[in-house]
T-cell receptor, first 113, second 113 residues
Framework: EADIYQTPRYLVIGTGKKITLECSQT?????MYWYQQDPGMELHLIHY???????EKGDLSSESTVSRIRTEHFPLTLESARPSHTSQYLC????????????FGPGTRLTVT | GDSVTQMEGPVTLSEEAFLTINCTYT??????LFWYVQYPGEGLQLLLK?????DKGSNKGFEATYRKETTSFHLEKGSVQVSDSAVYFC????????????FGKGTRLSVIA
Protein backbone atom coordinates (compact mmCIF):
# COMPACT_ATOMS: atom_id res chain seq x y z
CA GLU A 1 0.00 0.00 0.00
CA ALA A 2 1.42 3.34 -1.09
CA ASP A 3 1.74 6.10 1.47
CA ILE A 4 0.83 9.40 -0.10
CA TYR A 5 -1.35 11.92 1.67
CA GLN A 6 -3.34 14.94 0.63
CA THR A 7 -4.96 17.57 2.81
CA PRO A 8 -7.56 18.83 2.97
CA ARG A 9 -9.81 16.21 1.37
CA TYR A 10 -12.56 18.77 0.77
CA LEU A 11 -12.36 22.56 0.65
CA VAL A 12 -14.99 25.20 -0.03
CA ILE A 13 -13.58 28.69 -0.31
CA GLY A 14 -14.59 32.11 -1.59
CA THR A 15 -13.29 33.84 -4.70
CA GLY A 16 -10.01 35.71 -4.27
CA LYS A 17 -8.69 33.64 -1.37
CA LYS A 18 -5.20 32.17 -1.37
CA ILE A 19 -5.10 28.43 -0.82
CA THR A 20 -2.45 25.74 -0.53
CA LEU A 21 -3.17 22.09 -1.19
CA GLU A 22 -0.80 19.80 0.68
CA CYS A 23 0.77 16.59 -0.62
CA SER A 24 3.25 14.40 1.22
CA GLN A 25 4.69 10.96 0.58
CA THR A 26 6.73 8.69 2.80
CA UNK A 27 8.09 6.35 0.13
CA UNK A 28 11.24 8.34 -0.72
CA UNK A 29 10.03 8.91 -4.28
CA UNK A 30 12.01 11.54 -6.14
CA UNK A 31 9.29 12.32 -8.69
CA MET A 32 6.01 14.00 -7.79
CA TYR A 33 3.03 15.22 -9.84
CA TRP A 34 -0.15 17.27 -9.64
CA TYR A 35 -3.18 16.48 -11.79
CA GLN A 36 -6.49 18.25 -12.24
CA GLN A 37 -9.39 15.92 -12.94
CA ASP A 38 -12.45 17.29 -14.66
CA PRO A 39 -15.99 15.96 -14.16
CA GLY A 40 -15.60 13.98 -17.37
CA MET A 41 -12.85 12.01 -15.56
CA GLU A 42 -9.93 12.95 -17.81
CA LEU A 43 -6.66 13.68 -16.00
CA HIS A 44 -4.70 16.81 -16.84
CA LEU A 45 -1.08 17.13 -15.69
CA ILE A 46 -0.52 20.63 -14.29
CA HIS A 47 2.86 20.39 -12.53
CA TYR A 48 5.60 17.88 -11.86
CA UNK A 49 8.94 17.68 -10.10
CA UNK A 50 11.84 15.31 -10.60
CA UNK A 51 13.62 16.29 -7.41
CA UNK A 52 14.26 18.97 -4.82
CA UNK A 53 14.29 22.49 -6.29
CA UNK A 54 13.09 21.13 -9.66
CA UNK A 55 9.59 21.92 -10.95
CA GLU A 56 8.02 21.86 -14.41
CA LYS A 57 4.68 22.93 -15.85
CA GLY A 58 2.52 20.20 -17.29
CA ASP A 59 0.27 19.98 -20.29
CA LEU A 60 -2.60 22.04 -18.88
CA SER A 61 -2.03 25.73 -18.35
CA SER A 62 -2.66 26.50 -14.71
CA GLU A 63 -2.62 29.60 -12.56
CA SER A 64 -1.26 27.56 -9.68
CA THR A 65 2.33 27.33 -8.50
CA VAL A 66 4.28 24.55 -6.78
CA SER A 67 7.45 24.20 -4.75
CA ARG A 68 9.71 21.27 -3.87
CA ILE A 69 11.90 22.16 -0.94
CA ARG A 70 11.84 18.70 0.61
CA THR A 71 11.73 15.36 -1.17
CA GLU A 72 8.57 14.24 0.59
CA HIS A 73 6.53 17.44 0.23
CA PHE A 74 5.00 19.00 -2.91
CA PRO A 75 2.41 21.70 -2.11
CA LEU A 76 0.28 23.43 -4.73
CA THR A 77 -0.76 27.06 -4.23
CA LEU A 78 -3.47 29.18 -5.81
CA GLU A 79 -2.78 32.87 -5.10
CA SER A 80 -6.33 33.98 -5.90
CA ALA A 81 -8.98 31.30 -6.22
CA ARG A 82 -11.67 31.61 -8.88
CA PRO A 83 -14.77 29.52 -9.64
CA SER A 84 -12.97 28.12 -12.70
CA HIS A 85 -10.53 26.43 -10.26
CA THR A 86 -13.33 24.24 -8.93
CA SER A 87 -12.13 20.70 -9.55
CA GLN A 88 -10.60 17.53 -8.12
CA TYR A 89 -6.83 17.77 -7.58
CA LEU A 90 -4.77 14.58 -7.43
CA CYS A 91 -1.18 14.27 -6.27
CA UNK A 92 1.05 11.36 -7.29
CA UNK A 93 4.63 10.20 -6.87
CA UNK A 94 7.01 7.66 -8.39
CA UNK A 95 10.56 6.37 -8.36
CA UNK A 96 12.99 7.17 -11.15
CA UNK A 97 13.50 3.50 -11.94
CA UNK A 98 11.54 1.34 -14.36
CA UNK A 99 8.66 0.72 -14.74
CA UNK A 100 7.94 4.20 -13.32
CA UNK A 101 4.46 3.50 -12.01
CA UNK A 102 2.83 6.34 -10.14
CA UNK A 103 1.10 6.15 -6.77
CA PHE A 104 -1.79 8.50 -6.13
CA GLY A 105 -3.14 10.27 -3.09
CA PRO A 106 -6.88 10.34 -2.28
CA GLY A 107 -7.39 13.77 -3.86
CA THR A 108 -8.65 17.18 -2.77
CA ARG A 109 -12.10 18.28 -3.92
CA LEU A 110 -11.95 22.08 -4.26
CA THR A 111 -15.03 24.26 -4.66
CA VAL A 112 -14.63 28.00 -5.17
CA THR A 113 -17.80 30.00 -4.64
CA GLY B 1 4.49 11.88 -29.02
CA ASP B 2 3.29 8.95 -26.99
CA SER B 3 -0.47 8.47 -26.67
CA VAL B 4 -3.07 6.10 -25.26
CA THR B 5 -6.55 5.51 -26.67
CA GLN B 6 -9.13 3.59 -24.69
CA MET B 7 -12.73 2.81 -25.45
CA GLU B 8 -15.25 5.41 -24.47
CA GLY B 9 -17.84 4.61 -21.89
CA PRO B 10 -19.92 4.37 -20.02
CA VAL B 11 -19.97 0.59 -20.04
CA THR B 12 -22.91 -1.03 -18.26
CA LEU B 13 -22.88 -4.75 -17.52
CA SER B 14 -24.92 -7.18 -15.50
CA GLU B 15 -23.25 -8.96 -12.62
CA GLU B 16 -21.19 -12.02 -13.73
CA ALA B 17 -20.86 -10.72 -17.30
CA PHE B 18 -17.54 -10.75 -19.16
CA LEU B 19 -15.69 -7.44 -19.31
CA THR B 20 -13.36 -6.11 -21.98
CA ILE B 21 -12.07 -2.54 -22.03
CA ASN B 22 -9.94 -1.84 -25.08
CA CYS B 23 -6.70 0.10 -24.91
CA THR B 24 -4.25 0.82 -27.72
CA TYR B 25 -1.11 2.88 -27.59
CA THR B 26 1.41 4.74 -29.71
CA UNK B 27 4.96 4.94 -28.40
CA UNK B 28 8.55 4.64 -29.47
CA UNK B 29 10.72 1.94 -28.00
CA UNK B 30 9.40 -0.39 -25.33
CA UNK B 31 7.04 1.34 -22.93
CA UNK B 32 5.64 -0.16 -19.75
CA LEU B 33 1.85 -0.41 -19.64
CA PHE B 34 -0.57 0.00 -16.73
CA TRP B 35 -4.20 -0.18 -15.77
CA TYR B 36 -5.41 2.02 -12.93
CA VAL B 37 -8.81 1.96 -11.21
CA GLN B 38 -10.56 4.87 -9.51
CA TYR B 39 -13.45 4.21 -7.14
CA PRO B 40 -15.89 7.04 -6.36
CA GLY B 41 -14.36 9.75 -4.19
CA GLU B 42 -10.87 8.23 -4.25
CA GLY B 43 -7.57 8.59 -6.05
CA LEU B 44 -6.28 6.19 -8.68
CA GLN B 45 -4.98 2.77 -7.64
CA LEU B 46 -2.60 0.69 -9.69
CA LEU B 47 -4.54 -2.38 -10.80
CA LEU B 48 -1.95 -4.22 -12.89
CA LYS B 49 1.08 -3.66 -15.08
CA UNK B 50 3.24 -5.24 -17.79
CA UNK B 51 6.76 -4.21 -18.68
CA UNK B 52 7.56 -6.13 -21.87
CA UNK B 53 5.90 -7.74 -24.86
CA UNK B 54 3.72 -10.80 -24.14
CA ASP B 55 3.76 -10.10 -20.40
CA LYS B 56 0.40 -10.66 -18.71
CA GLY B 57 -0.49 -8.48 -15.77
CA SER B 58 -3.16 -9.76 -13.39
CA ASN B 59 -4.80 -8.73 -10.15
CA LYS B 60 -8.19 -9.26 -8.46
CA GLY B 61 -9.43 -11.36 -11.39
CA PHE B 62 -8.49 -8.71 -13.96
CA GLU B 63 -5.97 -9.48 -16.70
CA ALA B 64 -4.26 -7.64 -19.54
CA THR B 65 -1.63 -8.85 -22.01
CA TYR B 66 1.01 -6.59 -23.56
CA ARG B 67 0.63 -7.12 -27.32
CA LYS B 68 3.36 -5.30 -29.19
CA GLU B 69 2.26 -6.51 -32.62
CA THR B 70 -1.16 -4.86 -32.17
CA THR B 71 0.06 -2.14 -29.75
CA SER B 72 -2.73 -3.11 -27.36
CA PHE B 73 -3.26 -3.77 -23.66
CA HIS B 74 -6.94 -4.71 -23.29
CA LEU B 75 -8.36 -5.18 -19.80
CA GLU B 76 -10.48 -8.29 -19.20
CA LYS B 77 -12.36 -9.92 -16.36
CA GLY B 78 -14.34 -13.10 -16.63
CA SER B 79 -17.13 -12.29 -14.18
CA VAL B 80 -17.68 -8.75 -12.95
CA GLN B 81 -19.22 -7.82 -9.61
CA VAL B 82 -21.12 -4.75 -8.48
CA SER B 83 -18.01 -3.78 -6.51
CA ASP B 84 -16.05 -3.46 -9.78
CA SER B 85 -18.05 -0.35 -10.68
CA ALA B 86 -15.40 2.34 -11.11
CA VAL B 87 -13.45 4.32 -13.68
CA TYR B 88 -10.57 2.50 -15.39
CA PHE B 89 -7.54 4.23 -16.90
CA CYS B 90 -4.97 2.77 -19.26
CA UNK B 91 -1.50 4.37 -19.11
CA UNK B 92 2.02 4.00 -20.43
CA UNK B 93 5.48 5.07 -19.36
CA UNK B 94 8.19 5.77 -21.89
CA UNK B 95 11.20 3.50 -22.15
CA UNK B 96 13.42 6.19 -20.63
CA UNK B 97 11.02 7.29 -17.90
CA UNK B 98 11.99 10.89 -18.59
CA UNK B 99 8.39 12.00 -19.06
CA UNK B 100 5.34 11.52 -16.84
CA UNK B 101 2.90 8.69 -17.49
CA UNK B 102 0.55 9.17 -20.43
CA PHE B 103 -3.05 8.34 -19.49
CA GLY B 104 -6.09 7.47 -21.54
CA LYS B 105 -9.29 9.42 -20.92
CA GLY B 106 -10.82 6.79 -18.67
CA THR B 107 -13.73 4.36 -19.07
CA ARG B 108 -16.58 4.34 -16.57
CA LEU B 109 -17.91 0.86 -15.73
CA SER B 110 -21.23 0.31 -14.03
CA VAL B 111 -22.19 -3.19 -12.93
CA ILE B 112 -25.82 -3.80 -12.04
CA ALA B 113 -27.14 -6.64 -9.90
Amino acid sequence: EADIYQTPRYLVIGTGKKITLECSQTMGHDKMYWYQQDPGMELHLIHYSYGVNSTEKGDLSSESTVSRIRTEHFPLTLESARPSHTSQYLCASSFSTSPYEQYFGPGTRLTVT
Amino acid sequence: GDSVTQMEGPVTLSEEAFLTINCTYTATGYPSLFWYVQYPGEGLQLLLKATKADDKGSNKGFEATYRKETTSFHLEKGSVQVSDSAVYFCALSSSSGNTPLVFGKGTRLSVIA
